[in-house]
């Protein structure tokens, strides 16, 4: 770190890493992916510019909860483009603190990014890292109180763009989920990896 310490990113930076996406995504479909997702959770690059305690950008992309959320929004539209948006996804983890993420007020940072998303019309679906019980006190005074953790908020702005869910899911929760309209999709991590077996077990 002392030796390559962390820069704010310039635009002309930023317009690079539009670049890198396009080339990564362009890259996977030939190698013969049926689509790419573009991760956006977990405190990685693109949360970082998610929230507001992180992003203390001035200008186009910091302050508001629509800019801090342009450059998810430039990359899954550039990306749409090269590959379609028909063969885009997008992971957000609205409850994660992982990597020291904070956000003043959550709920109007991730039901913006998920109104824009929605107006780009036509992405394979949204991809969401459920809340944990062991991060709960760190985000719930961002994310309002009384707030429910359903996916309602997101839908509205999501429209038809379907939702999946991971990171609560066992053999017992995951029946009725899709069916009751919870979610569109329940996903498998974490088991999957351990165990590549886990649908016959």
């Known amino acids: ?32 992916f049926d689509g790419v997702e573009l991760h956006a959770g977990n405190g990685y690059l693109l949360e970082q510019f998610l929230g507001s305690g992180v992003n203390k950008r001035t200008g186009a992309y910091g302050g508001s909860a629509e800019n801090r959320c ?6 899954a539209e550039a990306v749409g483009m090269e590959v379609g948006i028909e ?3 997008v992971r957000m983890s609205p409850w994660g ?28 679906y949204a991809h969401f890292v ?21 996916f309602e908020w997101a ?28 979610v569109d999709a329940c996903v498998f991590a974490r088991w999957f990896v351990s165990n590549p077996d886990l649908v016959e077990k």
Request: hydrophobic residues 35%; proline residues 3%; contains cysteine.
């Open 130 to 150: 459920e809340a944990r019980e062991d991060e709960r006190t760190q985000w719930e005074k961002s994310w309002g109180v009384g707030r429910k953790l359903g």
């Open 87 to 89: 063969n885009v996804g």
């Open 70 to 75: 342009r450059i998810v929004v430039e990359i």
């Open 155 to 182: 839908r509205k702005g999501l429209g038809s763009i379907p939702v999946l869910s991971a990171g609560v899911w066992d053999g017992e929760s995951v029946w009725g989920a899709v069916e009751n309209g919870k």
């Open 1 to 32: 770190m002392k030796d390559f310490p962390p820069i704010e990113l310039s635009e002309e930076h930023l317009k690079r890493t539009v670049g890198d996406f396009v080339a990564a995504a362009r890259n996977a479909m030939e190698a013969g």
């Open 97 to 124: 603190v992982y990597n020291d993420i904070q956000d003043d007020d959550r709920f109007e940072t991730w039901s913006t990014l998920c109104g824009l998303l929605g107006k780009l019309g036509g992405l394979s």
